[in-house]
């Protein structure tokens, strides 16, 4: 890879600092327009089947019955039945939505962080003149 003038590293950082903020407004919004927080469904195994959906069991043993609600954040909210799922599709919806903005939001800033990381640690001084004053 060549190596980038600090002039273009500056650019390429405003640049993702531009597209930083609009996504984390794209994402405030979304979190702003729904009238309930956004959750994340993930399948898991039940009980009864003596395997996780992880296990590596077929999935005639390990059945999926129930969904793990967690929130945007991550944090546990609570698990629920296959059949009362629908009540919440809405908030699963938007939950891939903040999620996959999180994603493009991660991308960003890693990306901001490696162009941080190439500019040179002390900038060369520009200005060719120094006035000297003495009493």
């Known amino acids: 890879m060549p190596k980038l ?14 597209e930083l903020s609009e996504l984390q407004c794209q994402r405030q919004q979304l979190i702003d327009s729904a009238s309930a927080p956004p959750l994340i469904g993930q399948y898991i195994a039940t009980k009864k089947s003596g395997g996780t959906a992880f ?7 390990a059945a999926h019955d129930y969904y793990a ?5 991550g944090a546990f909210i609570r698990y629920v039945g296959k059949h009362k799922i629908v009540a919440y599709s809405d908030r699963i ?43």
């Open 69 to 73: 609600l967690v929130d945007a954040t």
């Open 5 to 18: 003038k600090p002039a273009t590293l500056y650019a390429k950082i405003s640049a993702l600092d531009t």
């Open 93 to 135: 919806h938007l939950g891939k939505k903040v999620a996959k903005l999180n994603r493009a939001i991660a991308r960003c800033e890693k990306q901001i962080n490696q162009y941080k990381g190439k500019l040179p640690l002390a900038e060369p001084i520009q200005s060719s003149t120094v006035a000297i004053l003495i009493d």
């Open 55 to 61: 296990s590596g069991n077929p999935e005639t043993l």
